[in-house]
Nanobody, 121 residues
């Protein structure tokens, strides 16, 4: 089985930075799409950033220029570098990897259990 272990969340002051990590605990044969989502009370879960087709990146308008998504192909760890954080970035952040455990296995969405990010002075 594949489980995603998230780390890097915490409390940070406005203007600060955090780096979230998402590390698969099991092997993945191939990855098609990776992404980070966030959700705060009273709001729907929203896509923050993603890597599609192995190279294309997409970002929510609210984080463009501040957040960077990347993946280490050596171990399939996914990162979200968050700079110039704002109070509006406060949320629970979830990573997702769409991939195959084996070559002939179907594509499956694997989700992390979430990590809290709080931006406050």
């Amino acid at each position: 089985q594949v489980q995603l272990v998230e780390s890097g969340g915490g409390l940070v002051q406005p203007g600060g930075s955090l780096r979230l990590s998402c590390a698969p605990s099991g092997s993945i044969f191939s990855i098609d799409t990776t992404g980070w989502y966030r959700q705060s009370p009273g709001k729907q879960r929203e896509l923050v950033a993603e890597i599609t087709s192995g190279v294309r990146t997409n970002y929510a308008d609210s984080v463009k220029g501040r957040f960077t998504i990347s993946r280490d192909n050596a171990n399939n760890t996914v990162y979200l570098q968050m700079n110039s954080l704002k109070p509006g970035d406060t949320a629970d952040y979830y990573c997702k990897i769409k991939g195959r455990r084996l070559k002939w296995y179907p594509l499956v969405d694997y989700w992390g259990q979430g990590t809290q990010v709080t931006v406050s002075s």
